[in-house]
């Protein structure tokens, strides 16, 4: 599947990984790339894909199975996440997961959802 190519503004952000609205001293981070990808395990699957979470906000629909490429990302750490996840599924980790993304270097952020059977309780793991 070749990945979807956005492109993401965030000039307002700095590599302060608790508030990356507000400034640094050092001036502008350098850009990096962020990439996410979903996948899928399990009998069923999810029917509606997933909502991409970046710092606590949406920006953009994702497919049960996708890749995004997030360019021209300040050099900063970011939460990435995904919501809408059904229920009988766990998007197999932590959810946010902390992304640290470099200059120069595309970083990569993978969720394996799990999906259970309809009779079956979600997955805790």
Request: net charge neutral; hydrophobic share 30%; with cysteine.
């Amino acid at each position: 599947m070749r990945p979807a190519r956005w492109t993401l503004a965030l000039a307002a952000c700095s590599s302060d990984p608790v508030d990356p609205g507000r400034p640094t001293e050092s001036g502008p981070a350098g850009l990096g790339s962020l990439e996410i990808m979903t996948t899928h395990t399990g009998p069923t699957r999810d029917p509606d894909g997933y909502s991409l979470v970046l710092n606590g906000v949406s920006i953009g629909r994702m497919a049960v199975e996708d890749t995004v490429l997030l360019r021209n990302i300040p050099q900063a750490e970011y939460a990435v996440g995904i919501a809408g996840i059904a229920p009988g599924c766990d998007s197999g980790g932590g959810n946010p997961r902390g992304a640290r993304v470099e200059t120069g270097r595309t970083t990569r952020v993978i969720f394996q959802v799990k999906c259970q059977s309809d009779s079956g309780p979600p997955s805790t793991s």
